[in-house]
């Protein structure tokens, strides 16, 4: 089963359990004042601006991960004091519609 990681960057405190307790996917910016997560593709971004820009509305950011991969990025979604961090199954769309067609 595969899981989708969706994070709201814009929102982030800095406090930087998620680099700690699942430091292969989260680390904390030069600056020290967001976690960055790793390998991640921005989904959403506020009109006008470019991809990439900081201090944008719509930050928001999702990356699959495998079920191994789970455990340490639950950890870090429980700790978020924050809770930037949300992750749900990534469900299969070829097989939701081979399921309902029978």
Known sequence: MKYKII?????????GSCAILADKFWKMNK?????????????????GRKEGDDNDEGDIWEL????????????????CPVNVIKISVLRNPGVQERAKAH
């Open 64 to 79: 699959e991960i495998k079920e191994t991969e789970l455990q340490d990025n639950k950890e870090a979604a429980r700790n």
């Open 7 to 15: 994070y709201d960057r814009k929102n982030c405190i800095g406090v």
């Open 31 to 47: 600056e020290g004042d967001k976690a960055d997560l790793l390998g991640a593709k921005k989904i959403a971004q506020k009109k």
